[in-house]
């Protein structure tokens, strides 16, 4: 069946950019079909959503992240990748990468990987 | 903040049944029938419990409901099970930019 497996550094260092990949294994990114997206977890619980991006490159990001996140895609080895500039202690959380089946707008998360958690250091 | 409001946590004994509300707004459970359910036990990743208010993924006992009201969703658990004990969260499509918002978990312990 098909998994999703987060990497990266558990640390990074304020102002510095946060960098995660996630690697999928068991289906293919471009057969199409899904949003994949990336959301974290913060200390307190609260989930939220960053942004998705489809096998073609289309991408969509909340609002409130979108002028430090980035995501993209490497359909070669089924991974796609996060990136936050110039983080802040705030960043600090559990980075779950998920996919969202395709429609209209991301409706829900079928599939989460197990997260990955990032701690930024001032 | 949550956008959406869960109780911090419910409980039960074994074989009685738990309800979580999730309420929200007119821009998202209330306008949309797009209101998911997630069980997240420590150390695990997330899974899917209930989407689009009331449908059950494969695999997922049914003893596990949703439905809406207004704008506020419930999740029922029947026949409470020592495995049912976990974190649940709801979230839903909003027309908002955001486009998915979440609710702040409920923890369900099982007694």
């Known amino acids: 069946q098909v998994q999703l497996q987060e990497s990266g550094p558990g640390l990074v260092r304020s102002s510095q950019t946060l960098s995660l990949t996630c690697t999928v294994s068991g289906g293919s990114i471009s057969s199409g079909g899904y949003y994949w997206s990336w959301i974290r977890q913060h200390p307190g619980r609260d989930l939220e959503w960053i942004g998705y991006i489809y096998h073609n490159g289309n991408t969509y990001y909340d609002p409130s992240l979108k002028s430090r996140a980035t995501i993209s895609v490497d359909t070669s080895k089924n991974q796609f990748s996060l990136n936050v500039r110039s983080v802040t202690v705030a960043d600090t959380a559990v980075y779950y990468c998920a996919r969202a089946p395709l429609g209209p707008a991301v409706w829900y998360f079928d599939l989460w990987g197990r997260g990955t958690l990032v701690t930024v250091s001032s | 903040q949550s956008a959406l409001t869960q109780p911090p946590s419910v409980s039960g004994s074994p074989g009685q049944s738990v309800t979580i509300s999730c309420t929200g707004a007119s821009s998202d459970i209330g306008s949309y029938n797009r209101v998911s359910w997630y069980q997240q036990s420590p150390g695990t990743a997330p899974k899917l419990m209930i989407y689009?208010?009331?449908n059950r993924p494969s695999g997922v006992p049914d003893r596990f409901s949703g439905s809406k009201s207004g704008d506020t969703a419930s999740l029922t658990i029947s026949g409470l099970q020592a495995e049912d004990e976990a974190d649940y969260f709801c979230?839903?499509?909003?027309?908002?930019?955001?486009?998915?918002?979440f609710g702040g978990g409920t923890k369900v312990t099982v007694l």
């Open positions: 689009e208010v009331s």
């Open positions: 979230s839903s499509y909003t027309s908002s930019s955001t486009v998915v918002v």
